[in-house]
């Protein structure tokens, strides 16, 4: 059975970049576009940036990479008409084939077949391209109460998607989709609620100025 190698960094083609779940959040992706354009002309710039959150991809069969991590930059990349990209390559599973492949995926928690309702799906329903990757406000919600500081960033697999399910069940899509600044005052409370205490990077209630703690 082929053995997972120590994180690596590789220039691959985007063109080679397949997803590793459903959905993404569309205002992310939207979010991340605008940054690369902001750093088109200042290189170096631009280069910190995409290392600064790395594509982190398993290779498979075929000459794909499968995206693990940052499907958002990913897309981003590939919208702007970016060639290729510096990667984290996580693990080599080329040599295995399909259906070992996808055996192996699942065990190592690498894939997450869940839609933009949160129902789980079988494995034939994940796209082939990144670009038919189907938009989920509510991973959108999470990613901007995370960077607003609403919980911290953590190594769980799919953490972001645990998030949006919380506040899935929680606030009413209408408000995400048309008032997201809204939505994410709501959530941004929501997040520091103790019902969401098991979930990762949880900051809980944080003590007012002046009080100890």
């Given amino acids: ?36 354009r902001e750093l088109e002309r200042r290189p170096s710039e631009l280069v910190a940036y995409i290392l600064e959150t790395p594509i982190h991809v398993v290779l498979g069969p075929s000459q794909n990479a499968y995206v693990i991590d940052h499907h958002h930059l990913a897309l981003a990349l590939l919208k702007e008409n970016f060639e290729s990209a510096p990667m984290e390559i996580e ?3 080329s040599e295995l ?9 699942q065990v190592e928690h690498y894939v997450h077949l869940f839609n933009a309702k949160g129902k789980a799906k079988p494995l034939k329903s994940l ?23 609403g919980y ?17 069940n929680r606030i009413d899509k209408e408000l995400v989709t048309k008032k997201f600044d809204k ?20 900051l ?6 002046g009080e100890k703690g």
């Fill in 1 to 36: 059975m082929a053995q997972p190698q120590p994180p690596r960094q590789e220039s691959i083609e985007i063109s080679r970049l397949r997803p590793t779940q459903l959905t993404v959040g569309m205002l992310e992706v939207k979010r991340k576009r605008q940054r690369l």
């Fill in 91 to 93: 693990a080599d599973f």
């Fill in 97 to 105: 084939d399909v259906k070992e492949f996808w055996e192996r995926m």
């Fill in 127 to 149: 796209p082939k391209s990144l670009r038919r990757l189907k938009d989920d406000p509510y991973r959108s919600l999470a990613g901007f109460v995370r960077v607003s500081g």
């Fill in 152 to 168: 911290a960033k953590t190594d769980a697999p799919f953490a972001e998607f645990q998030w949006a399910d919380y506040f899935r």
């Fill in 183 to 202: 939505a994410l005052s709501k959530a941004m409370k929501l997040a520091k609620d103790e019902d969401a205490s098991n979930l990762p990077g949880y």
């Fill in 204 to 209: 809980g209630q944080q003590p007012k100025t």
